[in-house]
């Protein structure tokens, strides 16, 4: 988060002339640990689980197989007028802004706030368009401009190595979250630049050698995060478009079939979470402290990167072991992980709302403003977001768990024969749910830190 | 779930000492009732005299546990629900 959530603290930093003070109204998110309350953290947090736990209870009580498949295969076609031209101005769009961007970020002013190529990709793609793939639908396969260009280019069509699998993907995913957290991609627009020109380079390089399919369905990270998030929407393609209930995709069997892409879809979890967490006051003084203690800055925020990962992944494989402990069942553990992976994405998209809506929200009018005149902007404006909407906020955290419990107890209904059974199999990852709900509402709750030792 | 066959399969940790297997998929199950409710949710259609009947009695004693289930689950749903006023009257 550090580098792109210091461009809405620097924003509303300019406005109140208060650069640097960490004390200050900080990124959206920091207004939320302006919440005068009278409730103290521990009891805010508490409450959070206790909300996750009972709808876990609330849940259990639907035990209708029939009424659950309904909910969950509840279609309907939509007649979108005009599909081919919508297609073919989406794809249009998605080139036309890569190449806004580059020479944008090149050429244009180098201050962030005044630069259209850093507000386009943090503050209407990553956070704005990212938002519209869970709420609305996944467009990121028409607008990606890179799949577009790569449908041109000659494929050598390589095989493409089995045994690789999701992996590539989840290696990405870690690589362009640390790229994020520790290097000015969202201060310097030239920076910014050359990143979008590299991860250019790899990918049109990657989807000629191994074909434009393989490499945007297997490899790429940013079209894989897209695509899990589309599932969580109501809007998906099938021959024309459908619409169904928020995450009812996600319990269909399909999703997640191996190893790499369970991994995969907890890293996106990891990954939002080590946003928020490396922009707290704790981690502050904690890397101070080792920092201190002779560890280099970057080592430090890779080692973090991984270890954290690697605990989730931990947690993650307890709960489906004790899933197949409770359920006794003999579905193996690795099917019963597959399967109870998707919820998470709800969990994901829930906490990427409480990240970026007032982030978003708050950066739109500039947004806008460079938009229009990108080589002379207009002064930043900053949309003032009103106190509550940090609660606001934090209600969306809350919102993707009870999601998440839904889909998961759908999925449980799917697999085990017995009714209680199905039940019982869900209370480690409850469990766990529970805690992570009170770990992220923590995170949100907690005032903006600028975290040391990146640039 | 459609009908297919299930190769992988790893016994629970408290495994019985023969599961009960289904004749139409080879899916094992650790008891009686759970296999003859796995009949008729995934072979309904193709299901002998004895197996119906299996299939509904072992529905029937599913639904007396659900119901026990719902009474604990209401308690625990108070119990949250009441300990977080008594903690809220006692700490806000």
Same mark, same amino acid.
């Given at each position: 988060m550090t580098a792109r959530r210091r461009l809405a603290f620097t924003l509303v930093g300019v406005l109140l002339g208060v650069v640097g003070t960490a004390g200050a109204h900080g990124a959206g998110l920091a207004s939320a640990s302006g919440r005068s309350l009278a409730v103290p953290t521990w009891l805010f947090l508490l409450t959070g689980g206790g909300v996750i736990g009972a709808s876990f209870l609330l849940a259990s009580f639907v035990t209708d197989r029939a009424f659950i498949r309904r909910v969950h295969g509840w279609r309907r076609a939509v007649a979108l007028p005009a599909l081919r031209v919508l297609t073919g101005v989406g794809r249009v769009? =998605?080139?036309? =802004?890569?190449?806004?961007?580059?020479?944008?970020?090149?050429? =244009?002013?180098?201050?962030?706030?005044?630069? !259209?190529?850093?507000?386009?990709?943090? /503050?209407?793609?990553?956070?704005?368009? /990212?938002?519209?793939?869970?709420?609305?639908?996944?467009?990121?396969?028409?607008?990606?401009?890179? %799949?577009? @260009?790569a449908t041109v280019l000659p494929s050598l069509d390589r095989p493409y190595p089995d045994r690789l699998d999701a992996w590539p993907s989840?290696?990405?995913?870690?690589?362009?979250?640390?790229?994020?957290?520790?290097?000015?991609?969202?201060?310097?627009?030239?920076?910014? !630049?050359? @990143?979008?020109?590299?991860?250019?380079? @790899?990918?049109? !390089?990657?989807?000629?050698?191994?074909?434009?399919?393989?490499?945007?369905?297997?490899?790429?990270?940013?079209? %894989?995060?897209? %695509?899990?998030?589309?599932?969580? !929407?109501?809007?998906?393609?099938?021959? =024309?478009?459908?619409? %169904?209930?928020?995450g009812a995709g996600l319990s269909e069997a399909k999703l997640v079939t191996s190893r790499a892409e369970v991994a995969f879809v907890v890293?996106?979890?990891?990954?939002?979470t080590y946003d928020g967490l490396v922009a707290t006051p704790l981690w502050r003084r904690y890397a101070v402290a080792v920092v201190e203690g002779g560890v280099p800055p970057n080592l430090l925020y890779a080692a973090a990167l991984v270890v954290g990962y690697l605990v989730f992944l931990g947690i993650y494989r307890a709960a489906a072991k004790a899933s197949k402990r409770r359920a006794r069942t003999y579905v193996p553990v690795e099917d019963l992980a597959y399967r109870f992976a998707p919820p998470l994405v709800a969990i994901a998209a829930g906490y990427h709302v409480a990240h970026f809506l007032g982030y978003f929200l708050e950066l739109s009018p500039t947004l806008l403003g460079t938009l229009t005149a990108p080589l002379s902007p207009p002064e930043p404006v900053a949309l003032l977001l009103p106190a509550w909407f940090g609660g606001l906020e934090l209600s969306f955290v809350i919102l993707g768990h009870l999601l998440a419990i839904w889909v998961a107890h759908a999925a449980a209904y799917d697999i085990f024969p017995g009714k209680l059974q199905a039940i019982r199999s869900q209370y480690a990852t409850t469990a766990a749910m529970v805690c992570y709900t009170i770990v992220s509402l923590w995170i949100v709750s907690q005032p903006y830190a600028v975290p040391p030792y990146v640039s | 779930m459609t009908e297919h066959t299930h190769p992988r399969q790893t016994p629970p940790s408290d495994p019985p000492e023969e599961p009960a297997t289904c004749s139409y998929c080879g899916e094992k199950f650790v008891d009686e009732?759970?296999?003859?409710?796995?009949?008729?949710? #995934?072979?309904?259609?193709?299901?002998? #005299?004895?197996?119906?009947?299996?299939?509904? $009695? $072992?529905?029937? $004693? #599913?639904? #007396?546990?659900?119901?026990?289930?719902?009474?604990?689950?209401?308690?625990?749903?108070?119990?949250?629900?009441?300990?977080?006023?008594?903690?809220?009257?006692?700490?806000?």
């Open positions: 769009v =998605g080139v036309v =802004g890569l190449l806004f961007v580059l020479v944008v970020g090149f050429v =244009g002013p180098q201050e962030s706030l005044y630069n !259209a190529a850093i507000l386009v990709v943090w /503050a209407g793609w990553w956070s704005g368009y /990212a938002m519209t793939t869970y709420l609305v639908g996944n467009t990121w396969p028409v607008l990606n401009p890179w %799949r577009s @260009i989840v290696v990405g995913l870690l690589a362009l979250i640390w790229l994020e957290v520790v290097s000015p991609v969202a201060d310097q627009p030239r920076f910014l !630049a050359s @990143i979008v020109a590299g991860y250019t380079v @790899i990918t049109l !390089a990657g989807a000629v050698v191994f074909g434009e399919e393989t490499w945007f369905e297997t490899v790429d990270p940013v079209s %894989r995060v897209f %695509r899990y998030f589309g599932r969580v !929407a109501p809007l998906y393609a099938d021959d =024309g478009v459908s619409v %169904r209930l928020p890293a996106v979890l990891w990954v939002t | 009732q759970l296999l003859a409710l796995h009949r008729g949710i #995934e072979h309904e259609p193709r299901l002998s #005299e004895a197996e119906a009947d299996a299939y509904r $009695a $072992a529905r029937d $004693a #599913e639904r #007396e546990d659900v119901r026990l289930f719902r009474l604990k689950a209401l308690a625990a749903l108070l119990f949250i629900y009441f300990g977080f006023i008594f903690v809220y009257a006692f700490v806000v």
